[in-house]
């Protein structure tokens, strides 16, 4: 199975902030490597797919990059609606693994 | 405008048989593969499995042996099945279909608890 490591777990950070967060598969998997976003209750949300691909009705604010093993999913601003946790997925291959998760608190 | 519904029982005993399935309305059912994916309380997201119309089927390695993943295409629907289910099976169980679009059912508190 192909492991994926998030970091950090989870951060605090303000309104405004550029916020970071890594993602790290055990093996290459080319840019097969999806972000999603979930919050408290609902189901997840495609953010990012194909590393860098801008899923459709999602703010530019957002960006994926990476290839590789090495993965970042960048907030250039936060925003109130950005308080979240975020998952990283490979699908290069099966099973499709999640990393474990970054939560995104309000500072 | 695709959409996914989900059911199923939602209180287990220790050893009883989880069963959920997935209905999805609207868009081609043929040509994807179709996924469930669950989430214990306060945890992450685990991928059990997918299938596509054909039936062909992936499972993870850690719950394979008692997991069974099913489809209709009569009906546009696919199933899920968790056998001798225990305590550390409980999650809301999630049906998707995962892609450069993602569309997700709306989720089902599964309780195992004797």
């Known amino acids: 199975d192909i492991q994926m490591t998030q970091s950090p777990s989870s951060l605090s950070a303000s309104v405004g902030d550029r916020v970071t967060i890594t993602c790290r598969a055990s093996?290459?998997?080319?840019?097969?490597l999806n972000w999603f976003q979930q919050k408290p209750g609902k189901a997840p949300k495609l953010l990012i797919y194909?590393?860098?691909s801008l899923q459709s009705g999602v703010p530019s604010s957002f960006n994926g990059s990476g290839s590789g093993t090495d993965f970042t999913l960048t907030i250039s601003s936060l925003q109130p609606e950005d308080f979240a946790t975020y998952y990283c997925?490979?699908?290069?291959?099966?099973?499709?693994?999640f990393g474990q998760g970054t939560k995104v608190e309000i500072k | 405008q695709v959409q996914l519904q989900q059911w199923g029982a939602g209180l287990l005993k220790p050893s009883e048989t989880l069963s959920l399935t997935c209905a999805v309305f609207?868009?081609?059912?043929?040509?994807?593969?179709w996924s469930w994916v669950r989430q214990p309380p306060g945890k992450g997201l685990e991928w059990i499995g997918e299938?596509?119309?054909?039936?062909?089927?992936n499972y993870s390695p850690s719950l394979k042996s008692r997991v069974t993943i099913s489809v209709d295409t009569s009906k546009n629907q696919f199933s899920l099945k968790l056998t001798s289910v225990i305590a550390a099976d409980t999650a809301v169980y999630y049906c998707?279909?995962?892609?450069?679009?993602?569309?997700w059912g709306q989720g089902t508190l599964v309780t195992v608890s004797s």
């Open positions: 609207g868009g081609s059912f043929s040509g994807y593969y």
């Open positions: 997925q490979q699908t290069y291959s099966t099973p499709r693994t």
């Open positions: 093996q290459t998997i080319s840019t097969y």
């Open positions: 998707a279909r995962l892609g450069r679009q993602d569309y």
């Open positions: 194909t590393a860098s």
């Open positions: 299938i596509n119309h054909s039936g062909s089927a």
